[in-house]
């Protein structure tokens, strides 16, 4: 277990120093400076001394078992493994979705099906706890072009066709623990215009299995604009920041700010409504799994 420290300025270093003087298969490594999370992830894979990495977070939790069924899948050959997850709250007390991709069986992919990884589960893989990757893999890529965008495992499995075969595990075997990443007050120019400038850099995937995951421009959708207002990372500052000198039609511009400033709390209650909606929908596509 390789433990990364990003420059912290807690007691990181305190606690888990206790930990690796107790257990000799735990490393402690503490960076001089704060690099960035795409960095980080990508020094991890070059300290690291196994054959395989998983590329883990550090309020997320595995399940029982969890490690013994993706090294079972690797003794197959793959190169890469995603791993399924289900989605708990906050205090992990509270089960919001059961799976995050929705399937029931594990899927394999041969090395030219890299669009159908894609597909299936790009929109996951936002989550870089699911990748469990052969280093050697990892360092023949290019990485630094990755560098700055939150998702430098995603350039490093995209970037081109893998050289062997990958891995779904249907089954989760990850608790997320929603609500408490890292980029949360970022989300706004995350997921309107770093993911989406990501998705749709990747020369060897379609632009129709790119759209399957996101817009080449989703901020331009009101919907999009609506839940990151209900969010809190879309307000007037995010307005004058990214859109008060746009290029773009004025009545766009109008709606665009009239998101911004109407009330939250009216927003959060059209938003809860929806959600809750939709949650008693994967809650019924859930139990025909179980059935």
Not at 40 to 55: H, I, N, T
Not at 69 to 75: D, I
Not at 125 to 130: K, V
Not at 246 to 272: D, E, Q, S, T
């Amino acid at each position: 277990l390789l433990v990364v420290d990003g420059a912290s300025t807690d007691n990181t270093e305190d606690v888990v120093r206790k930990y690796a003087q107790k257990e000799s298969r735990i490393r402690y490594v503490r960076l001089s400076a704060k690099g960035g999370v795409d960095q980080d992830y990508d020094k991890s894979v070059e300290l690291a001394r196994g054959e395989f990495c998983w590329l883990f977070t550090d309020d997320d939790l595995l399940k029982p078992g969890a490690v013994a069924t993706v090294l079972e899948a690797l003794k197959k050959g793959y190169d890469l493994v995603v791993v399924n997850a289900e989605v708990r709250d906050r205090e992990l007390s509270v089960i919001l979705e059961r799976r995050r991709i929705i399937m029931q069986d594990n899927k394999a992919y041969a090395p030219d099906c890299i669009e159908h990884l894609f597909i299936d589960a790009l929109d996951y893989l936002s989550f870089i706890g699911a990748v469990v990757i052969r280093r050697s893999l990892w360092l023949s890529r290019e990485r630094e072009l990755y560098f700055g965008t939150e998702f430098v495992h995603v350039g490093v499995i995209f970037q081109k066709p893998l050289s062997g075969s990958a891995l779904i595990i249907a089954k989760p075997n990850i608790i997320i623990r929603l609500g408490n990443g890292q980029w949360t007050p970022r989300s706004f120019d995350i997921w309107m215009f770093k993911w989406p400038k990501l998705v749709w850099s990747f020369k060897d995937i379609s632009n129709g299995a790119k759209l399957s995951v996101t817009r080449r421009e989703p901020w331009r959708n009101f919907k999009k604009l609506v839940i990151q207002r209900s969010a809190g990372s879309y307000n007037l500052l995010s307005y004058r920041k990214y859109f008060s000198t746009m290029r773009v039609h004025v009545l766009w511009k109008i709606c665009a700010w009239l998101v911004a400033c109407f009330p939250r709390r009216i927003i959060v209650g059209f938003h809860y409504l929806y959600s809750r909606r939709k949650s008693e929908s994967r809650a019924s596509f859930d139990n025909q799994f179980a059935k």
